[in-house]
């Protein structure tokens, strides 16, 4: 019996320093696709996997993230006097349970590993999720709900992973695989942002992670890796050999909305995803084919 999944770290302490000028003042995280803040995306894909418990890890200029999620008693009024259900709705159902967001601070951004160590109190001896919000996922049946189904199946950790073209593979955590078994792969080795020449697959680590608490003795030491960051990566190879480490073939689309490009196709993928915007957008992409 795998211990059940229900805790999630959301690691959004980061600069956005690709995003700027938009970032100076406001976290990444807050960013829009169509009419939904990133993070926004992260805890509805979190909550559909069953996670009830959230550790956001910020840093200075994130308040709006946590307040996202806070009751708008004053707006919810006005809303009610005005009679705008739809929106009424629309508020209420990204409400989440009181109490189950925590946040802890990442005072300098060292890295995604750094960042996770830094919600050990929170995670404890419990399994838990990572998302990283930038990474926004369209699939049928949730991103994270497909890792925890894995986790349940093999017990251990388990990675969401896409095959990248061979060129790229230097700007991710890259695979080395002891067993492909189609959608699941097991792990012999992990690599962060390797020399292309030297990466040992093209299969890439996405921002998608169920992890056991063990990994956070390892981060602990805080050895420096690629771009002198403390990478989540290194402290995860660690652990294979010692617990299953498995990469699970998602079902799905991902883009990078840390990335300007990626950014903006998850707007044009999201709003052709929408009944009430398709027709307009298909036309406004005509006009600019
Ligand atoms: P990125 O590698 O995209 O870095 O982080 P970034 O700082 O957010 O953006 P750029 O590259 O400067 O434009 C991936 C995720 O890890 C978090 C980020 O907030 C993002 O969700 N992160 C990264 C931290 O929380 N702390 C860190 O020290 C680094």
Redesign the pocket.
């Known amino acids: 019996m795998t211990k059940p999944l229900r805790k999630a770290v959301l690691?959004?302490?980061?600069?956005?320093?690709?995003?700027l000028p938009a970032t100076k003042a406001m976290a990444?995280?807050m960013l829009p696709v169509v009419d939904k803040p990133l993070i926004q995306y992260a805890v509805e894909e979190a909550r559909a996997a069953g996670i009830e418990q959230f550790c956001f890890?910020t840093g200075r200029g994130k308040t709006a993230i946590v307040e996202h999620f806070d009751i708008a008693y004053e707006l919810e009024r006005t809303l009610e006097e005005r009679s705008k259900k739809a929106e009424l709705e629309l508020l209420r159902a990204s409400a989440v349970e009181p109490g189950s967001i925590v946040t802890v601070r990442?005072q300098v951004?060292?890295?995604?590993g750094?960042?996770v160590w830094c919600a050990r109190a929170f995670i404890g001896e419990d399994p838990f999720a990572v998302l990283?919000?930038?990474d926004l996922m369209l699939c049928e049946t949730p991103c994270l709900a497909q890792l925890a189904q894995a986790y349940r199946d093999t017990g251990g950790n388990v990675v969401a992973i896409e095959e990248v073209p061979r060129e790229r593979v230097n700007r991710y955590g890259v695979l080395d695989v002891e067993k492909d078994m189609g959608r699941l792969v097991s792990v012999k080795g992990l690599v962060e942002k390797p020399p292309v020449e030297k990466a040992p697959s093209n299969l890439t680590i996405i921002g998608r992670y169920v992890l056991m608490p063990e990994v956070i003795g390892h981060l602990a030491r805080m050895e420096r890796g690629a771009g002198g960051e403390v990478q989540l990566t290194d402290a995860m190879a660690k652990l294979i050999g010692r617990q299953p480490f498995h990469g699970l073939r998602y079902e799905g689309r991902r883009f990078d909305c840390?990335d300007k490009a990626g950014f903006l196709e998850a707007q044009v993928a999201f709003a052709l995803k929408r009944a009430d915007l398709a027709p307009a957008m298909r036309e406004i992409l005509q006009r600019y084919a």
Do not use: S
Request: avoid cysteine; hydrophobic fraction near 40%.
């Open positions: 690691p959004v302490a980061g600069l956005g320093t690709r995003f990444k995280e890890v990442q951004p060292l890295g995604l750094h960042a990283l919000p930038d840390g």
